[in-house]
């Protein structure tokens, strides 16, 4: 069975100083995995997403997440952090081999950043 | 870009009434699911579905159905709106088949029963 486990579900950082969100994963497949981000009172839009290509992803405005095997984990970075990154970010798992591309979200992370 | 369209933003329904959800992609997805967002509880599945007139059970279908008569266009219905249906919920689509393909979102509906 899939599952993701974001492991903060609050995030705090200062405008201009880099940001870090963690997620690690469970998979018996080798899965694809994706990064969502929610502003308020809006759906969900993709940041980024791995497939099994290059283990270094890079996403939209800047973020990146690197996917590491070893350590099941598939983290979101930014070098530094901007007021309308203030959102709501969701790790999610693909089991491959599924049809009907069901997703495993993770429980969300919300990031604040202060001025 | 893919255009996940839902019908509402807001709606504002009474309990025992039936309500339609509408959602509609411009990308030729074989692929749409209705979710609900809840604090606390995160996104879980109610329906998806991988073809016209094909329908899958979520995680949590209990009270609602769905309807696929055209592949652009998916409904959600709450037969009998009760106001624990109270929610946002996220319409979204996907190409094919197989997990690497992401799914795109609608901006959600919250909608009030009371």
């Known amino acids: 069975a899939q599952s993701v486990t974001q492991l903060d579900s609050h995030v705090s950082v200062s405008e201009g100083t880099p940001v870090l969100l963690r997620c690690n994963y469970s998979?018996?497949?080798?899965?694809?995995l994706f990064w969502y981000v929610q502003h308020p009172n809006k759906g969900l839009q993709l940041l980024l997403k791995y497939t099994s290509a290059a283990t270094l992803v890079k996403g939209i405005n800047g973020f990146e997440a690197e996917f590491k095997k070893s350590e099941t984990s598939f983290h979101l970075t930014k070098p530094s952090a901007h007021m309308s990154d203030a959102a709501e970010y969701f790790c999610?798992?693909?089991?491959?081999?599924?049809?009907?591309?069901?997703?495993?979200f993770g429980a969300g992370t919300i990031l604040r950043v202060k001025s | 870009d893919v255009k996940v369209t839902q019908s509402s933003r807001y709606l504002v329904k009474r309990t025992g009434e039936k309500v339609f959800l509408e959602c509609v992609q411009d990308?030729?997805?074989?692929?749409m699911f209705w979710y609900r967002q809840d604090p606390g509880l995160g996104l879980r599945l109610i329906y998806f579905?991988?073809?016209?007139?094909?329908?899958e059970k979520g995680d949590i279908p209990e009270g609602y159905s769905v309807s696929r008569e055209k592949k652009e266009r998916f409904s959600l219905i709450l037969e009998s709106a009760s106001t624990n249906q109270t929610s946002m919920y996220l319409c979204?689509?996907?190409?094919?088949?197989?997990?690497?393909?992401?799914?795109?979102f609608g901006d959600g509906t919250r909608l009030s029963i009371l």
């Open positions: 998979s018996s497949y080798s899965p694809s």
């Open positions: 990308m030729d997805h074989e692929n």
């Open positions: 999610v798992v693909s089991p491959y081999m599924e049809y009907g591309n069901k997703l495993v």
């Open positions: 579905s991988y073809d016209v007139k094909m329908k």
């Open positions: 979204a689509s996907s190409p094919g088949t197989g997990g690497f393909q992401p799914q795109h």
